[in-house]
């Protein structure tokens, strides 16, 4: 069953007054999620990365085509809760999405809007940031945190709904390494512990690597849709696109061109490290 | 620069008052202030003084915060006293050109000045016992039948959250844009005051700009917690009246009493 749907989805900003109608920011997508997958989404900037995300928990509907969340389409005003409950969505800037003053009132904001009885509530936001390691934070203010730190509240707010789905919109760009590897860490166990679906927009490689399965995006279409040892051989068309390959692959690629012989689909670092030590023999 | 503001003036601490219902600190600060202003002779007004000297002691918060609070509002206090001492009529004790001082006038200003003092220290223990988290919830709560009624009872408590909760944000930012404004060789300390407030505009503008890219991106991530109004919502922590809450109600009312039968004394003694 899959939790995500979008067919051929065409999508463009309202034109601001009397002006031109926009050019559509999607065009034509389509892609299926299934549950418990760990996708990754690239692209350059403006390709319509975060486009595609409002739409899937309905902050955005669009002009052509369909979105179904486990078969709800978000263009059914009436199932909007239902809809938003399922998929969870975190943003860059942590500072900006934490509501309240104390790290677990934050976490039961959520709940508190879809009316849990406080006993629940109490239930679900313990297990929540304990999920994210964060329970010793509970009572602290957030502006203490790290941005690491404030971003697994974030997420905490989010799996205290229970979604099947969570949808990051490059939640690591502001963090430092560190923070970095917290929230992949943190993610991975999510997905791996609780079958939670990971949708993550990523602007570093690296993760993208991590994935099970990478969707690149070119000027609002799908350029490709697969493991990411499959779609990181495509190194000269990333690289036209507009983006990076994980470092691995540029050194292998670079070797395959001086004339070594070295498989295409190398991304990891110890397969890396074992190929070239063979081929050094 | 900003860094030593502070917000609200809440001493944390395990009092009772500490520990009492905010609804019932809020009802009490309402009472205490009915109070003050229905107390208008000299014993009475004590009774307000002592009232709230007991109430500092059990709280637990040195008294003498009551004089920090007291500070800015001393002006007002000796300007309204100089009024009343000139202003109301009675038996004149002292008097100069068109001027007269009576003695009425001098017991005035004298119960007035006794009276804003109470009503600063008894309003400012509110705060100094109360979280702002917990005095939010607190007015919410309260003012829920109001909400009943149309006011925007559960809007109000939600801006005061989330001011609350981005306060330190943005005087976070604010060091930083002037940090990075005083890197570009912008001057915000030298200049007269013209030219000091000429020099605070690069720093509000781009401190606006961001707090509305700020405000609505929390729109939309609270969009996203499924956030539509106060309809429906409950809450995690639910506030519950205590043994202490009841017998604090129960000596404020006494106290009221006191006050009202102190009027009636007050008042006859005077007249002899
Ligand atoms: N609210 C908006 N109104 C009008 N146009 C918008 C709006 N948001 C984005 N766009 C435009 O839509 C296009 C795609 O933007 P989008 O934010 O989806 O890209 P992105 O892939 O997320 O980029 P980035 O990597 O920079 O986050 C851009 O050209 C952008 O200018
Ligand atoms: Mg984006």
């Known amino acids: 069953m899959d939790i995500i749907e979008v067919r051929d989805v065409t999508f463009g900003y309202p034109a601001m007054d009397g002006a031109m109608p926009c050019a559509p920011v999607l065009r ?7 549950k418990g997958e760990f996708v990754a989404v690239l692209g350059h900037n403006g390709s319509g990365k975060s486009t595609l995300a409002k739409h899937l928990n309905a902050i955005l509907t669009p002009t052509r085509g369909t979105v179904l969340i486990e078969g709800i389409d978000t263009a ?9 409950r399922r998929v969870g969505m975190v943003f860059q800037n942590p500072d900006n999405q934490i509501v309240a003053t104390v790290v677990e009132e934050d976490v039961a904001f959520a709940l508190e809007n879809l009316g849990v009885p406080a006993a629940e509530i109490r239930r679900r936001v313990d297990e929540a940031l304990n999920d994210v390691g964060m329970s010793k934070y509970a009572r602290h203010a957030p502006h203490h945190l790290s941005g690491g730190q404030k971003q697994r509240v974030a997420i905490a707010g989010i799996i205290a709904m229970r979604p099947d789905c969570i949808v990051l919109d490059e939640p690591t760009a502001m963090l430092d390494p560190r923070g970095r590897a917290e929230v992949m860490r943190t993610l991975k166990a999510l997905n791996k512990d609780h079958g939670i679906t990971v949708v993550l927009i990523t602007h570093f490689m690296d993760e993208a690597t991590q994935a099970g399965r990478v969707v690149v995006m070119d000027d609002g279409k ?32 670079e070797l395959r061109k001086a004339g070594f012989d070295l498989r295409e689909d190398i991304i990891s670092q110890e397969d890396c490290a074992r190929a070239v030590a063979r081929l050094l023999g | 620069m900003f860094r030593d503001i502070s917000i609200g003036q809440y001493f944390p601490g395990e009092s009772s008052v500490h520990r009492m219902d905010p609804r019932m600190k809020l009802i009490l600060t309402f009472s205490y202030v009915v109070m003050l202003f229905i107390a208008f002779s000299g014993p009475s007004l004590l009774v307000g003084a002592l009232f709230v000297i007991i109430a500092y002691r059990v709280a637990g918060i040195p008294v003498r915060l009551i004089l920090r609070g007291i500070k800015p509002i001393i002006p007002i206090v000796i ?16 008097s100069f050109w068109v001027f007269s001082v009576s003695a ?20 400012a223990l509110m705060t100094y016992t109360t979280s702002p988290i917990a005095l939010t919830d ?19 408590a939600m801006m005061m959250t989330i001011t609350l909760r981005f306060i330190p944000t943005l ?3 604010t060091d930083k844009i002037m940090s990075a404004q005083k890197a570009r060789g912008g001057d915000l300390e030298s200049g007269n005051f013209l030219q000091r407030v000429r020099a605070l505009i690069p720093i509000l503008i781009p401190l606006f700009v961001s707090a509305f890219r700020r405000a609505e991106e929390l729109a939309l991530a609270m969009e996203c917690r499924c956030y539509h109004g106060g309809e429906g919502r409950t809450r995690m922590r639910i506030l519950k009246f205590s043994s202490a809450d009841v017998y604090s109600a129960l000596f404020m009312a006494g106290c009221v009493a006191a006050v009202v039968a102190l009027n009636r004394l007050g008042a006859a003694l005077w007249a002899l």
């Open chain 1, 28 to 34: 034509g997508v389509s892609v299926k999620i299934a």
């Open chain 1, 76 to 84: 059914d005003e009436s199932r909007l809760l239902d809809i938003r």
């Open chain 1, 222 to 253: 799908i350029l490709y849709d697969a493991p990411p040892s499959q779609v990181f051989s495509h190194v000269e068309e990333l690289t036209a696109a507009g983006l990076d390959v994980p470092q691995t692959t540029r050194l292998c690629y």
């Open chain 2, 79 to 94: 300007i309204t006293g100089i009024l009343n001492m000139f202003f109301v009529e009675g038996k004149a004790i002292f």
């Open chain 2, 104 to 123: 009425e006038g001098v017991r005035m200003a004298v119960l007035m000045a006794l009276r804003i003092l109470c009503l600063i220290a008894g309003t």
């Open chain 2, 138 to 156: 607190g007015i919410e709560l309260l003012f829920a039948p109001l909400g009943r009624l149309g006011a925007p009872v559960h809007e109000i």
């Open chain 2, 171 to 173: 005087i976070e930012e």
